[in-house]
């Protein structure tokens, strides 16, 4: 698996300089929550989300680590590509999916951060089944 594809997606999702920092975190809340993210998806990432969708990126989801990133790609890449419309929600089911089947054979506890860990889990927040 070309390492770069998938590290390139987290190096962007969780910067580097996430830290106890107060200010910094709020600033990185908003860019996570806040909708500060759109932008820089839109304009570097809907080819990612897209190859996603289209399975061929399906093999991301063999190590802990790029099945974040496809759980990143598909839960929030895509409601930042497809803001506003029915099509935001369109890969929640596949979002939910990896992160059910990744808790069920370790993914999620392999991951180091809690960062990545909340990541991985907010696809059954999103979900609207219990």
Known sequence: MPVEEFEGVLRFW???ELSGDHAAMVRQFEWWFR????????ERSPSVLERAVQGELDYWCNEPRS???????????????YRDTA???????????????GIEIGH???????????????????????
Request: aromatic share 14%; hydrophobic share 50%; proline share 8%.
């Open 35 to 42: 909708g500060g993210a759109d932008a820089p998806i839109v």
């Open 87 to 101: 099509q935001a929600y369109a890969q929640n089911p596949k979002a939910l999916a990896l992160a059910l089947q």
């Open 67 to 81: 099945r974040l990133a496809l759980i990143i790609v598909f839960d929030q890449f895509s409601q930042s590509v």
């Open 14 to 16: 969780f910067p580097q």
């Open 108 to 130: 999620y506890a392999a991951l180091e951060t809690p960062w990545e860990k909340t990541f991985f889990f907010l696809p059954l927040g999103h979900s609207e089944e219990l």
